[in-house]
């Protein structure tokens, strides 16, 4: 496969010239100097025992231009844990995992939509951290043993806590706001709180095989039976999906944890419709059907045409349904001899894991006790999750050596799908927090 002269990560894009989103990012690269102020963002926390965590967030395009700001916030801080607390000298000896240092962190991701998007999730995002900042390692541990509704009580707490803020704010949130994905990582497991189409990922990897296939876009995973050679065909023109070039990595297992909500699934309809809220699609194709996702209006008004089901801020459409109350999954982490089985809340997800091997005929699962696993924590914004299926993500992040590498890698694929598919005019606001958990 190798790499294209401009790209540092591999490129999951064949069927093009030596990599046809390089000429686009190029274009980018020279537009870097007219960013906005704060427009990207990078972070990372080594806590030991417990995660390396690196997030990265990128501003996008939009006509050919930075948009006017990144509308993403993220969330990544050592916070208390039913281990306890830390009771270092330092926030550096804390975040180093000294003696008596945190055993727990919490990773959020809060994408902001309509003219105060950005603000809506800094707002949540500020609240948020500072609910988790006073939590005390006693109440970790009572939240602990009341086990899946004590997890959903901490996680809901914080989302109160944000809907006060926005409220207390005194600003106009009524046609902006933001989703949001709040994960809390103990040594032993990962409780997930969100409202909307933020995602978070858990992928369970054997490092000593490998990942060698074609990654296609439609969320498929990889597969053993294709080449990457550069005869390979081009996709159609206008197809939407292109053959991804053979990659050389883990056997993977990616495990849900969220659901995207979204205004068409049965039970987020149900309640909508029943407070009076219209959920249809706007848009229509050129023989007149209807295309393009649905969207939640009020009764006699294409307004505001959201097109999500829950969310913080979004008064107007909370009117009619849309609420930013989570849904919760709390998944015990697993020995390395299965795969984790997460448990949830109201219509939390099944669960069932995708799985990708590099060999045999059927789906593979995680390897046996003998073998090195790694295991992969993945939270994004939908910036990644639009052209990235949950099994590719996976994949390309646990072929990263560190888990900085990981979410750079994440955020160059999302870009070069962005690139390509809209020639380089468009691309939505990309934030990836990847953590590589201690096992």
Request: charged share 15%; aromatic share 6%; hydrophobic share 40%.
């Amino acid at each position: 496969m190798g790499l294209c002269s401009h790209c540092r990560y591999p490129c999951y894009l064949s069927g093009m010239p030596a990599c046809e989103a390089s000429h686009y990012l190029q274009l980018w690269d020279s537009d870097a100097p007219l960013k906005p102020r704060g427009f990207d963002a990078a972070t990372s926390l080594r806590l030991r025992g417990v995660a390396d965590i690196a997030a990265v967030s990128t501003g996008g395009r939009a006509n050919g231009r930075w948009k006017p700001d990144n509308q993403d916030s993220f969330l990544v801080q050592p916070t208390a844990s039913k281990h306890g607390a830390s009771s270092s000298s330092s926030d550096e000896e804390a975040a180093a995992g000294g003696a008596g240092g945190p055993a727990a962190a919490a990773i959020g991701v809060f994408d902001g939509h309509g003219r105060l998007g950005g603000q809506a999730a800094a707002i949540v995002r500020q609240a948020m951290a500072e609910r988790l900042a006073a939590l005390s390692s006693e109440q970790a541990a009572e939240a602990a043993e009341r086990g899946l509704a004590g997890a959903a009580s901490l996680l809901d707490g914080c989302f109160t806590a944000a809907d006060a803020a926005l409220a207390e704010s005194g600003k106009d949130f009524s046609k902006s706001g933001c989703t949001a994905v709040l994960a809390l990582l103990d040594r032993d497991s990962v409780s997930v709180a969100w409202a909307g189409d933020s995602r978070a990922v858990l992928g369970v990897c054997d490092t000593t095989g490998s990942l060698l296939g074609s990654l296609s876009m439609d969320g498929e995973c990889p597969s053993s039976g294709s080449s990457s050679s550069s005869s390979s065909p081009a996709a159609s023109s206008g197809s939407g999906s292109y053959d991804a070039p053979m990659l050389a990595g883990p056997v993977c297992a990616a495990v849900p944890l969220t659901e995207d909500h979204k205004p068409d699934k049965p039970g987020e309809k149900q309640r909508i419709t029943a407070a009076g809220g219209r959920v249809t699609r706007l848009a229509t194709d050129r023989y007149g059907n209807p295309a393009g996702p649905f969207r939640v209006f009020v009764p006699n008004a294409w307004s505001p045409g959201l097109a999500l089901s829950r969310a913080f801020g979004d008064t107007l459409a909370s009117t009619v349904g849309v609420t930013s109350k989570p849904e919760v999954t709390v998944l015990p982490l697993p020995s390395p001899a299965a795969p984790p089985a997460p448990t949830g809340i109201s219509n939390a997800p099944a669960g069932a894991a995708s799985y990708c091997s590099s060999g045999g005929s059927g789906p593979a699962g995680p390897a046996g006790p003998a073998a090195r696993e790694r295991q992969v924590l993945i939270v994004a914004s939908d910036g990644l999750w639009e052209w990235v299926s949950n099994a590719q993500a996976v994949g390309i992040a646990s072929s990263a050596a560190t888990a900085e590498d990981a979410a750079h890698a994440l955020v160059e694929a999302a870009h070069k799908q962005w690139a390509v598919r809209y020639r380089g005019r468009n691309c939505d606001d990309v934030t990836v927090v990847v953590a590589f958990l201690d096992r």
